[in-house]
DNA sequence: ATAAAGGGTCCGGCTACTGGAAGGTCAAGC
DNA sequence: GCTTGACCTTCCAGTAGCCGGACCCTTTAT
């Protein structure tokens, strides 16, 4: 199976196979010809990753996850325990992107937004609004 | 000033600093032993990045800011609008995440997560679940 | 005089790819 | 046999926003 092909049935543009490979994630035997020839198994672990990036696992953790999958003997607990760590920091994003929300949200509702040239955002973002704080050098 | 007076006073590390004289966001003038040197308003300009950062506003976006923030006379319409668009990213953001969430979550509970092999995460990610998409070239 | 602290440039690396150029290979059609 | 076009190869550069480090120079304090 060619990289095409085994883009197409993976999910995954052909760059980013050819990325795998150089990566050392999947790396298929070569034809005769240098072109790279997926096995069905190449193909599985190609559509393993696809999905494991679609939920957020980083390469490292891909990595990870595959290994694990290919070792039939470990304990389901440390593949849980990746999966935790995932919805940890996950959460901890969507803190903080709800914590930005708020403070933009405050800003824009102070601002008329017409057409006149004061700006609370922009005064907020140039002077940090109540607190003031030194660098009174001059 | 400089580089690092300036940093401190912008709460920007020196690095991060330089790295916007080098992409002409703050560029301040330079002493007679070329070491750069940073006037009030420089510094003004740094915080007001460093703020806007904070809020998850990009470079480019930055740099508009910077524009409109120079420009006594633009409309607060115009900055409104940035903000608003960001706030609609962020929102994006999370619900993405969310939807992330929510499938790891699944996936976290239906795996018992002791050290028994069997690991329905993995089973998932190999197999994509009740979902079963064609891909039957052999 | 010397040593530490702080400046300067330049290069490489990080994540996870993506786009493009230059060139080899293969199957089909004429 | 020859051409065309799709497909494959490698390599290089770039994305965002810096960070770390090498190597060298200047200033300041002792």
Redesign the interface.
């Known amino acids: 199976?060619n990289i095409g092909?085994a883009a197409k049935?993976?999910g995954l543009p052909v760059k980013t196979v050819r990325y795998y490979d150089e990566i050392d994630l999947v790396s298929p035997n070569r034809n005769g010809n240098g072109y790279r020839a997926y096995s069905?198994d190449d193909?599985?672990k190609l559509?393993?990753l696809q999905?494991?990036r679609r939920?957020?696992f980083t390469i490292v953790e891909c990595r990870h996850?595959l290994s694990?999958?290919e070792d039939?003997?470990?304990?389901?607990?440390e593949?849980?325990?990746l999966?935790?760590t995932?919805?940890a920091e996950?959460?901890a994003?969507?803190e903080e992107?709800?914590s930005?929300?708020d403070?933009?949200?405050t800003?824009?509702s102070t601002?008329?937004?017409?057409?006149?040239?004061?700006?609370p955002?922009?005064d907020?973002?140039?002077g940090?609004g109540a607190c003031h704080e030194g660098?009174r050098?001059?």
């Open positions: 199976m092909a049935a993976s069905a193909v599985h559509r393993f999905r494991a939920l957020g996850l694990l999958y039939k003997s470990r304990a389901s607990a593949v849980r325990a999966a935790v995932r919805i996950i959460d994003r969507i992107l709800q930005l929300r403070s933009l949200t800003l824009v601002c008329r937004g017409d057409d006149r040239p004061d700006c955002i922009l907020d973002l140039a940090g660098a050098d001059s």
